[in-house]
């Protein structure tokens, strides 16, 4: 069980679960697949978390989505989010995001004894509102406002802070440059600002087989074989018996990669310069395998902790899962789950 020594909490309690500056959880970041390609995903900000990592990317959401997301972080911290994205025109797309960190059941003692005096609750919150716009055929922008409450047992506090985020680019190159936290506040202190400058780089390759392929499957019944018809792969069963070749033609495979870098520097907090690298590959846009690589001083902020990334998805019509397990050099490596659906 946790313990917290009573005095302490007198007199400063903001200390205890901020952790070294007001709404710093926040660094921990949004969505098992940006968190999987090490924080670099600025550049491309093209799913459910677009709205925390760049509201630019709120303009290119083609259908609304909903993600739920979760990890059991140190010490019993459970932290969660749920997050929407809503496209309300060709050019523009509005997002949602709620974010909680939260600690349960913390034993409270004093310094002359190790008697239990009670126990007692923290939690921060994290919510943000952003919109996206294209301004041209390349360029977009988008900004964001985020509420910010924090808790421990009786006390608690608020706080408000903004992100503004600009996207650039094609289908191969995107640059992307992101101020977070500015004009930020929380617990009567000022949220240390961050910049942001992204590039992601893209490829598309596409796999033609051979037309048409005979498969003979004397094991399956007609039924059964109507049952493996996939707009995918285009299957087609001749009405025959059981036992009989079954034309099927198939479509091209395609494989999409991107690769991105992103760069961070955070002038109130001792100029401190940290960079993440990524690489992703998605087979049919229904499968995909990333790793990634943060990489910056090691500070108080809890996400900047040198640390590599592997994760994968699975994506379907409707819904889409995404992993990733983040290694820490000076800690024990966390699993992040995010799972979509797709309106």
Known sequence: ????????????????????????FQDIGVGARAIGLGNSFISLADDVSAVYWNPAGLSGIIRPQIG???????QDTDYSNVAADFPISKR???????SRIAVKNIEITDFTS????GTIDTGQDSMILG???????K?????SGKYLSQSLGDYSDSGYSSDIGILYGGVKHRLAFVMKDIYGVSGGEK?????????TWSGFWEMKP????????????????????????NFQRPETGSNSKVEVKRGPVTVRTHFSLAVSYSPEMNNQLGAGESFECWINDSYALRAGLEQTDFTQRLSNINGMTLGGSIKFDHMGLDYSYKYYDRLDGRHYITLSYYI
């Not at 005095?7 to 709404?23: C, E, Q, S, T």
């Not at 190790?114 to 005096?117: E, I, R």
């Not at 949220?191 to 590039?199: E, K, S, T």
């Not at 499957?217 to 059964?224: N, R, T, V």
Request: glycine share 12%; no cysteine.
């Open 68 to 74: 739920l997301g979760y990890v059991q972080l140190f």
């Open 1 to 24: 069980m946790k313990k917290i020594i009573a005095l302490v909490i007198l007199i400063r309690p903001p200390v205890l679960y901020a952790g070294g500056y007001p709404g710093e």
């Open 191 to 199: 949220i240390p600002a961050n910049f942001l400058v992204g590039w």
């Open 114 to 117: 190790t008697d239990s005096l």
């Open 139 to 143: 360029i977009s922008v988008g900004l």
């Open 210 to 233: 051979s037309e048409e392929e005979e498969i003979y499957e004397p094991h399956m019944m007609p039924s059964q074989m109507a049952s493996h018809k996939d707009e995918k792969f």
């Open 92 to 98: 523009a797309g509005i997002g949602l995001s709620w």
């Open 131 to 137: 919109a996206g716009y294209k301004l041209g055929h």
